[in-house]
């Protein structure tokens, strides 16, 4: 199980808060196409077999879901074979891994693996970058994540535009004088960042179309995302509002709202902990964060979610009936989150989830902002 349902932007050494023309400016056209308007995707985790990926995201398109995303976490399946399979099986909607880390896979391969990902989609990729959770477990520890982040994003966009030119970055040089071999379909991909990082937010926003905070679902958080991100992209020569603000987490939805909580409240413990180092709005009382993060790594998740009341899941998961979860939506479009993104389970049962979710929860969206519209 992925944090924050597979959003491996999760980390404890992040800041907390306290084939067309290429577009002049691909990164504010992403913004206008994708984002700028509410917008509402899916999330999968790779741990299905290969051929079912096709099927699910051909049902996402269907149910009008403007994005299908794929997480790409350690020990499970790289995203990339799943993002091919979802390519093939889909006509309309934007796709991309959310996301890939730098340290384990080089900006070389990232830009080669996303490059045939848009050719195989026509023209409909975008790429998620994150520093990646455990670590760890393989002895990698990035010295400099934060400028890391940057020059992934800048070496890939290198790589994207056949330049022959030397990238002199830091930590990931290119010598110059060779580039990618083979002609590349849309070399101007839209590129998410997924950090909590306010640091990491300001050092790359002049490459990102969107940022992701991953394992939450808090409205009372937005208000300070939205204002750091418009200041760092000013500072940086963009515009206010030229970077969306996506939001994904847990979400489960069943007509039993009882269950559906329950469900997420044992996904939601495995992150929850250290949500809380990361959201100051949270307001965990301490003897019950220490037993929560104590149930977790015994990885008893029934006890951890015992400790974790309806107010404190509501922040941390989209979690209930289709009524339930469509009001969590709203709220977060209302506090100033462009797109929301459901993330796995999706219920008690996947396929039953997903067809609430097409059935009941989009059509409230779609009513109240425009989102899933085609």
Sequence with gaps: MALGGGDHNISRTVDPVCVKRAPRDPRLQYSRAVVSDRRVSIAFQTDLPLGAYGHLAATAERHGFDAVSVYNDLLYQPAWLPLLEIARATR??????????????????????????????GGRAYLGLARGAWLDFLGVAPSRPVRALREGF????????????????????????????????????????GSWGLATIRACIGEVAEVKVGGTANPALVPRYRTEIDAAAQRAGRAAGAVGLVVGCVSVIDRDG??????????AALYLGVIADLDPTLDVEPDRLARIREAAAAYDFDRAARDIPDAVLSRVALAGAPDDVAAQADALYAAGVQRVEFGTPHGLNAAEGLRLLGRDVIPALRRRWGVASG
Aim: net charge positive.
């Design 92 to 121: 309309r909607v934007a796709l991309g891994p959310s996301a890939v880390n730098p340290f384990t896979c080089h900006p070389v391969n990232i830009a080669g693996q996303i490059a045939l990902i848009d050719e195989a989609s």
């Design 154 to 193: 800048e070496c890939v966009r290198h790589l994207l535009r056949r330049s022959r030119e030397p990238y002199r970055g830091e930590v990931f040089p290119l010598a110059g004088g060779d580039s990618l071999r083979w002609n590349v379909a849309r070399p101007e991909l839209p590129f998410l960042l």
């Design 258 to 267: 009882r269950a559906a909580r329950d469900l997420a409240r044992r996904k």
